[in-house]
């Protein structure tokens, strides 16, 4: 996906994230962009909405802390 293509996303972090340095999402349609907040310019993983509700999913289930 081109930075154009990217240019309007609304990107957001975790309120968790109190250094800033973590990732970001921004929702777009049925996918969901993935980016380094330090490097904002940089590459974007992007991947179904579904295929990211089960990483979520998994994450939930599996967090002791």
């Keep these: ?6 240019s309007g996303l609304v990107w957001r972090k ?7 340095n973590c990732v970001e999402v921004a929702i ?6 993935i980016r380094d ?9 992007s991947i ?7 990483f979520i999913q998994a994450i939930q289930r599996n967090y002791t802390g």
Excluded at 14 to 20: E, L
Excluded at 28 to 33: C, I, R, S
Excluded at 48 to 54: D, I
């Design 48 to 54: 179904p909405s579904p295929s990211w509700l089960e």
């Design 14 to 20: 975790s309120s968790y994230s109190a250094s800033g």
């Design 37 to 45: 907040s330090k490097n904002p310019n940089g590459g974007v993983l």
């Design 1 to 6: 996906m081109s930075s154009t293509e990217l």
């Design 28 to 33: 777009q349609d049925e996918v969901v962009h």
